[in-house]
């Protein structure tokens, strides 16, 4: 098939493209949020082809993967056709419901034409779906490997715009973590947040690495700490998992599916993630144990393989691709 879909998601995308498919990215000259193009920071197959508007008016798309409400309309304008009705389209849902939990109607409660894949169980029971048809398909990441050594005792967080998303990821309780054994805190515009603290036990690294190179850094890292209230469940956290690293993580949303027992230490008491997370700063074997638990489960329930196969099961049943 040839399958339209914006690069909204990196981490999400990158497993998606290593499909059996042709995958149509939309470029801009500015390369902003509707045209991001290709990934430079992950390493994505030839079978990923950058297109803009002006080609896609002659271009052959078998299948639209919608992710933002606002790709529906730029559908509509940059093919001349109508997603569900005018071209087979699905929606993917990548984020817990953000402004009334529970409540909140999803934007295509009420398509019956475009069927609604959700990343996690989690998302798909607290939005309100309407009469959409719904399927969860979960989350599948590219192996980095088993490269967890645990050599510098300090905790690894990543979280993008901690200061500007605050308690929402957590950004609260990282400080406190800090204060007990050193967090290293990776991602986008995280120096900021860091130096508001003038704490000597928070090290921001933003924008310095590729994936690749974040990986190896994560890895170094003793233990990795997921400290987040209300997202979907987050894929770097499967990527430490599948790293070989522990987690201490908040029991919110679907972490407590994604991470059993051994794995590290899940829970809402913030008293006992402390103690667990200066438990693993200072005992490397119970880290390393508690990691390799991880990374069998991560392996076990988010492979690449199965979730390929889920979207193609998907596509195959629902648009007829043989």
């Known amino acids: 098939m040839r399958v339209l879909l914006w690069h909204v998601h990196g981490s999400w995308t990158t497993a998606f493209v290593q499909g059996r498919h042709t995958y149509l990215v939309p470029v801009l000259p500015d390369r902003g949020p509707d045209g991001v193009g290709r990934a430079r920071s992950w390493n994505w197959p030839q079978s990923v082809v950058e297109i803009t508007p002006e080609q896609l008016r002659d271009e052959q798309v078998d299948l639209v993967v919608l992710q933002r409400p606002r790709e529906i309309e730029l559908v509509q304008r940059w ?3 109508k997603p569900g009705s005018g071209i087979p389209a699905v929606y993917l849902e990548h984020n817990t419901p953000a402004e009334k939990p529970c409540r909140q109607r999803h934007v295509v409660a009420e398509r019956a034409d475009i069927p609604l894949v959700h990343v996690t169980y989690f998302n ?6 309407g009469r959409a048809r719904t399927q969860v398909i979960e989350h599948g990441i590219v192996d980095p490997g088993a490269r967890y050594t645990g050599e510098i005792g300090h905790g690894a967080v990543v979280v993008n715009e901690p200061g500007r998303r605050g308690r929402v990821v957590g950004a609260d309780l990282i400080p406190r973590f800090a204060e007990i054994g050193g967090v290293d805190v990776f991602g986008m515009q995280t120096k900021e947040f860091v130096s508001g603290f003038r704490s000597q036990s928070m ?15 994560l890895a170094r890292r003793r233990v990795y700490l997921h400290p987040v209230r209300w997202t979907s469940l987050g894929l770097s956290l499967l990527e430490a998992m599948q790293l070989a690293m522990p987690v201490v993580a908040l029991g919110t949303t679907e972490v407590c599916e994604a991470v059993p027992t051994g794995a ?16 693993f700063l200072h005992e490397p074997e119970a880290a390393r144990a508690a990691g390799l638990l991880a990374r069998a489960a991560a392996l076990d329930r988010y492979g690449l393989a199965r979730f390929l196969q889920d979207w193609d099961r998907l596509m195959s049943c629902t648009f007829g691709e043989g």
């Not at 798909?124 to 779906?129: G, I, R, S, T």
């Not at 690294?205 to 990986?215: I, W």
């Not at 008293?271 to 200066?278: E, N, P």
């Open 79 to 81: 093919l001349g056709r």
């Open 124 to 129: 798909e029971l607290f939005w309100d779906n």
């Open 203 to 217: 090290t921001a690294y933003q924008d310095l690495f590729s994936q690749d190179q974040m990986h190896d850094q």
């Open 264 to 279: 590290g230490r899940v829970s809402t008491d913030i008293g006992q993630l402390l103690r667990a997370y200066r438990t």
